[in-house]
């Protein structure tokens, strides 16, 4: 059934701000990948490193919001804890204005600004090949 739009304006309305903290349990992470059915592989920030999470997306953003790769979103890890499952937890804000998360003291300082260039050179693909010829093909 469709969605109102009153019911959208509310969801959006939830989503548009950044918490002044977070609370124990919650971490931000960036989404890898839609492993389908309202679940995600998401990375993780700790303290030791990056951990690659199984989350499932709140039920009052199913068929309203909808979650890119490699945008950031804030997890509940608290609720899924005594779960015996392989839920490790629950979207409960989608990161809208990441400037304006950026700018809080608990942003995780794994996630810089410019992720997405930093990925690509990690990958070896730093060499700019829009608009390069293919190599030349030499005969014996």
Not at 3 to 12: D, F, S
Not at 117 to 122: F, K, N, P, V
Request: contains cysteine; proline residues 4%.
């Amino acid at each position: 059934m469709a969605r109102t739009k009153r019911e959208l304006q509310r969801v959006a309305q939830e989503i548009s701000g950044a918490p002044d903290a977070l609370e124990a349990g919650q971490v931000i992470g960036r989404v890898l990948k839609a492993e389908g059915n309202n679940l995600y592989s998401v990375e993780c920030a700790g303290g030791s490193g990056k951990a690659i999470l199984l989350v499932e997306l709140a039920a009052r953003f199913r068929s309203t919001i909808w979650i890119r790769r490699r945008g950031f979103v804030l997890i509940d890890r608290a609720a899924f804890g005594d779960r015996p499952n392989k839920l490790e937890g629950e979207i409960i804000n989608i990161v809208q204005d990441e400037r304006a998360w950026r700018k809080r003291p608990y942003w995780p300082k794994q996630f810089p600004k410019d992720s997405v260039h930093q990925d690509q050179e990690e990958d070896g693909s730093e060499e700019d090949v829009v608009g390069a010829l293919p190599a030349a093909e030499e005969d014996d």
